[in-house]
């Protein structure tokens, strides 16, 4: 089995009108969260071999948010998933190296969240049942969608994945208001 873990970026700021989309950072909140999801994922046991993450800003904070790993992923940062869809970001996925158990991919909605659904499938394989019925609503700044994979990365295409868990950062009780 392959664990694919798809995490969106964390809650970026607008306060900086003058800033190009690409280059806007994380806000306090975000950051918060993104340093909070990485504790959740060390305590969860969740360590990626690699990480696919596109080059805008807020998205590479997230992944230093994460950090320290106990065993340092490799990072391919990728400007082709800045705003990919979910044509594009499976299209990533299919050409990770068959020998990669575990792989993250950091990057936006609604591409992140299209190929969450597309990788359930219509007939949601899922762990945990409330988890499918909350991706299914959307996928919040910062949330984390974990799926096994049966196959191989070339191979993966929609009903693919089988959900384990859906972690949003207000579940952590850090992040909850």
């Known amino acids: 089995m392959r664990q694919l873990l798809l995490l969106r970026h964390a809650k970026s700021s607008w306060s900086d009108a003058s800033l190009a989309d690409h280059e806007r950072p994380l806000d306090e909140q975000g950051r918060a969260a993104a340093a909070a999801m990485g504790r959740a994922l060390h305590y969860r046991g969740l360590a990626p071999d690699m990480v696919l993450v596109s080059t805008a800003r ?3 904070q997230t992944l230093e948010a ?5 065993d340092t992923p490799l990072i391919e940062p990728m400007a082709k998933l800045y705003l990919a869809s979910c044509g594009q970001l499976l299209a990533a996925l299919n050409g990770v190296a068959e020998t990669v158990r575990s792989v993250m991919l950091i990057a936006h909605n609604p ?6 659904l597309t990788l359930t499938g219509p007939h949601a394989m899922t762990l945990d049942p409330a988890a499918t019925r909350r991706l299914a609503q959307g996928y919040p700044a910062g949330a984390l969608a974990e799926f096994t994979i049966a196959g191989r990365w070339g191979d993966l295409g929609p009903g693919g994945g089988r959900l384990v868990r859906f972690l949003c950062p207000k579940d952590l009780p850090e992040m909850a208001s």
């Open 58 to 60: 807020r998205t590479v």
């Open 66 to 70: 994460l950090e320290p790993w106990d």
């Open 111 to 116: 591409g992140l969240h299209d190929l969450a």
